[in-house]
C-alpha cells in the first residue's frame, strides 16, 4: 500500500490527520535536519497504523513535505 504524506515540522505536537483526498497530514515536533524529521514521520505512522518501523519506507520526497510512503 502507497500512500501520500504531507508533513508538518517544528509542530507543538506529533500528530496524525487524515484530509479529504485521503492522504495523511503528519505533524512532527522535530526540525527537518539531518533526515531527522524523516525518521520522526516514520515513528509516527508505525504508532498510528500499529506495524513496525520497518514496515514503512518514504519512496519518494526525501526532501520535501509532500511524500509517498510505501508500507509493506
Known sequence: ???????NTNARR???E???????FVSVNVP???GKANKKVVEVLAEYFHK???AFTIVTGKT????????S
Request: no cysteine; glycine share 4%.
Open 52 to 54: 513496525p518501523k520497518s
Open 32 to 34: 527537518p535536519v539531518e
Open 1 to 7: 500500500m502507497k500512500i501520500q504524506v504531507v508533513v
Open 14 to 16: 506529533d500528530s496524525v
Open 18 to 24: 487524515v484530509r479529504e483526498d485521503g492522504s495523511l
Open 64 to 71: 520535501s513535505k509532500k511524500k509517498l510512503i510505501e508500507v
